[in-house]
């Protein structure tokens, strides 16, 4: 994209929700690369969260301690912030390869279902969301986080898909797991992320919907593209 059509695209936000494995973290790094925009990683959060309550000794046996949990973060706090590539902190340490696990995905869903941890994260979602020009996925940010969002997309893919991409992403960082395990995880997070109490994934209903089961990365860039200049009535080659 030209620096004049970027500077002609207005301080939108730009909600990406969906299923797990279904791209939308790719998608979303990709279209804030190109608009040059801020790329902000919801599901990251929570997996941090979840990592901080395992190596607090807050996750025993299956069980979350959410009271310790939550008097933790309300005492302390927690300094998740983003750094180069977009890897995700806590404070100066890089967690990023922990927080890709599969245990940390084993019970990052019930520990995001915890109506105090969503508050601690939209918190800072907010904060950082505020002035637009940011590009967010994850699963609640176009119904709850910012429901004003000016666009927002729902992606989809097939089951058999999305497991393949997940299996294909650990091997593709040395941590392998196997197949019917990748399945049973994205099934077990999709049930738990859209039928929790609060804000569960939905599909808002103003957004666009993508099932990129048959689509390249390419493909889906030049969609959400056309999309925004279509809505921006921006007139160039894209
Ligand atoms: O996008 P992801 O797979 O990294 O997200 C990890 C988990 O975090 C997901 O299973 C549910 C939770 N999550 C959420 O509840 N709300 C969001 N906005 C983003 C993620």
């Known amino acids: 994209m030209t620096k004049e059509t970027m500077n002609a695209i207005p301080d939108i936000i730009i909600a990406i929700d969906g299923y797990s494995a279904t791209g939308k973290s790719t998608l979303a790094k990709l279209i804030a690369s190109d608009f040059g925009f801020t790329y902000l990683d919801s599901g990251a959060m929570y997996r941090a969260v979840t990592l901080f309550a395992m190596e607090s000794g807050y996750v025993k046996g299956g069980e979350i301690d959410a009271q310790a949990l939550r008097k933790a973060l ?3 706090g927690l300094d998740i912030r983003f750094g180069a590539e977009n890897h995700t ?3 100066e340490r890089c967690i990023e390869k922990e927080i ?12 995001a279902a915890l109506a105090f941890v969503r508050a601690f994260v939209d918190e800072k979602l907010h904060a950082w969301g505020r002035q637009g020009r ?3 996925d994850g699963r609640d940010i176009g119904t709850a986080v910012f429901p ?3 666009l927002k997309l729902f992606v989809t893919a097939s089951d058999q ?4 991409r997940r299996y294909d992403e650990l091997v593709s960082k040395g941590q392998p797991s196997p ?3 990748v399945m049973k995880n994205l099934k077990e997070r999709d049930y738990i992320d859209s039928h929790r109490e609060t804000n569960p994934l939905r599909q808002a209903k103003d957004a666009f919907v993508l099932d990129n089961s048959d689509m390249n990365l390419h493909e889906e860039l030049v969609w959400v593209k056309g999309l925004v200049m279509g809505r921006f009535q921006i007139f160039e080659s894209i």
């Open 74 to 76: 309300e005492t302390d």
């Open 89 to 91: 902190f806590i404070g």
């Open 100 to 111: 890709r696990s599969m245990e940390v995905s084993s019970y990052v869903s019930p520990v």
């Open 134 to 136: 940011v590009v967010m």
């Open 148 to 150: 004003d969002a000016q």
């Open 161 to 164: 898909v999305r497991a393949q």
């Open 179 to 181: 197949m019917e395990e």
